[in-house]
């Protein structure tokens, strides 16, 4: 593909109810990173992909918070019971090689917790 | 960990005016510093950076200024165009890391 895709674009659930995100990275990147963006603030880091293995989660809030990328490609974000908090934009970037400079972002998904 | 402070939060101009926004850092292992442009709708975009080795760096109407002493950098943007207008992000990352620090972004508005 031409860059990172996201989907859904937007998510609506009810607290306490179980999402998953997903992200495809471009072709070939074999780093991919989890961001959160609150409204008015900068990305946060969730978590850091190199190949299948997560290689940093430092980011993730709790244990409600986990992410996949099982063929080294496509990653998908999961939440459990989800709060209120959750609120936010999840981003999704990747880069070719780990620690490369250009980090390329997905659009996001807007994810609402009512 | 690191901590980058971004100023000001709202940026508005003329167009053909300048913009300047500044950020500083506090680990001074930091030594790569890009600035990501974010339009409404979509996500952040590389559009400048800079490493601790290098004072200052331009790409046409776009410039990035570094204080390795006083931990700041600054984006400075000439010759504003409206199309300009969106969140811009610093963002500092240490030597020892593959994951930058985000400020929390300025606003810039560009009047016609």
């Known amino acids: 593909g031409a860059g990172v895709s996201q989907t859904p674009s937007n998510k609506v659930t009810e607290k306490g109810k179980y999402v998953e995100l997903r992200c495809d990275p471009i072709?070939?990147?074999?780093?991919l990173y989890w961001y959160r963006q609150s409204l008015g603030q900068g990305p946060e880091f969730l978590i850091y992909?190199?190949?299948?293995?997560?290689?940093?989660d430092s980011g993730l809030p709790n244990d409600r918070f986990f992410a996949v990328r099982p063929e080294g490609s496509v990653s998908t974000l999961k939440i459990q019971r989800t709060e209120r908090g959750d609120s936010a934009v999840y981003l999704c970037?990747?880069?070719?090689?780990?620690?490369?400079?250009?980090?390329?972002f997905g659009p996001g998904t807007r994810l609402t917790v009512t | 960990g690191e901590n980058v402070e971004q100023h000001p939060s709202t940026l508005s101009v003329q167009e053909g005016d300048s913009a300047v926004i500044k950020c500083t850092y506090s680990?001074?292992?930091?030594?790569?510093f890009p600035w990501y442009k974010q339009e409404l709708g979509k996500g952040p975009q590389l559009i400048i950076d800079?490493?601790?080795?290098?004072g200052e760096k331009k790409d046409q109407r776009i410039a990035v200024t570094l204080n390795k002493t006083a931990k700041h950098f600054s984006l400075h943007i000439t010759e504003t165009q409206p199309e300009d207008s969106a969140v811009y992000f610093c963002?500092?990352?240490?030597?020892?890391?593959?994951?930058?620090?985000f400020g929390r972004g300025t606003s810039l508005i560009v009047h016609p």
């Open positions: 963002a500092a990352r240490s030597g020892g890391s593959y994951i930058p620090t």
């Open positions: 072709s070939g990147h074999t780093a």
């Open positions: 992909f190199q190949g299948t293995g997560a290689a940093d």
């Open positions: 800079i490493r601790s080795n290098v």
């Open positions: 680990d001074s292992a930091s030594n790569y």
């Open positions: 970037a990747s880069s070719l090689i780990p620690g490369s400079d250009e980090q390329y």
